[in-house]
């Protein structure tokens, strides 16, 4: 197993700019989560997915969409990037059964 | 919502002495507690948590306790090696919803 894979590992926008950061997983997790790590701070909840097709919104949503067509694949959407908008991204997956987060590597985004 | 806090920011202690990390949240609803090790530019990882059923957990050299009357749960990491240097974070969630909520994290340094 890959496990929690990300692409890219770092990524510099201007404002106003979209791109979308990818996070896949081939453990059949039901359970996908995106995070961002702020310098100084703990990771705060973007979106999560509890299935295919199911997506709801975590603490800090603004700015970010998301969507899950697939078990594997949870891909994080930035519109029009900001400069509040650089930090680093985690992409993580929870098995059934259990509460462990499984965490991708992270995007190092940075906005100008 | 929850509500994380987590002290102190920085802790410095001599190879071989023990470390505590504390940690104090507000939603007591929130069932599941774990403590993720971060190394500088690396992912997340579990390192222990705990149940809300249980008042303790031990796993060789650390350990956590909780206290559910006091919202307050707490790392214990006993004869501390150069290799238990880095950030740790506390989090807190209810355990039918996976959304884990952070401590804006611990640096450990261990002094030889």
């Known amino acids: 197993n890959a496990g929690v894979t990300q692409t890219p590992k770092f990524q510099v926008l201007k404002t106003g700019q979209s791109m979308t950061l990818q996070c896949a997983q081939d453990m059949n997790h039901e359970y996908m989560s995106w995070y961002r790590q702020d310098p100084g701070m703990g990771l705060r909840l973007i979106h999560y997915?509890?299935?295919?097709?199911?997506?709801d919104q975590g603490e800090v949503p603004n700015g970010y969409n998301v969507s899950r067509s697939t078990t594997e694949d949870f891909p994080l959407r930035l519109l029009s990037a900001a400069p509040s908008q650089t930090s680093v991204y985690f992409c993580?997956?929870?098995?059934?059964?259990?509460?462990?987060?499984?965490f991708g590597p992270g995007t190092r985004l940075t906005v100008t | 919502g929850e509500n994380v806090e987590q002290h102190p920011s920085t802790l410095s202690v001599q190879e071989g002495d023990s470390a505590v990390i504390k940690c104090t949240y507000s939603d007591s609803a929130s069932n599941y507690f774990p403590w993720y090790k971060q190394e500088l530019g690396k992912r997340p990882q579990l390192i222990i948590d705990?149940?809300?059923n249980v008042g303790e957990k031990k796993d060789q050299r650390i350990a956590v306790t909780l206290n559910k009357t006091a919202k307050h749960f707490s790392l214990h990491i006993t004869e501390t090696q150069p290799e238990d240097s880095a950030v740790y974070f506390c989090?807190?969630?209810?355990?039918?919803?996976?959304?884990?909520?952070w401590g804006a994290g611990t640096k450990l340094i261990i002094k030889p």
């Open positions: 989090a807190a969630s209810r355990a039918s919803n996976y959304q884990l909520i």
């Open positions: 705990i149940r809300s």
């Open positions: 997915s509890v299935g295919a097709g199911i997506t």
């Open positions: 993580a997956s929870v098995p059934a059964g259990s509460y462990e987060q499984y």
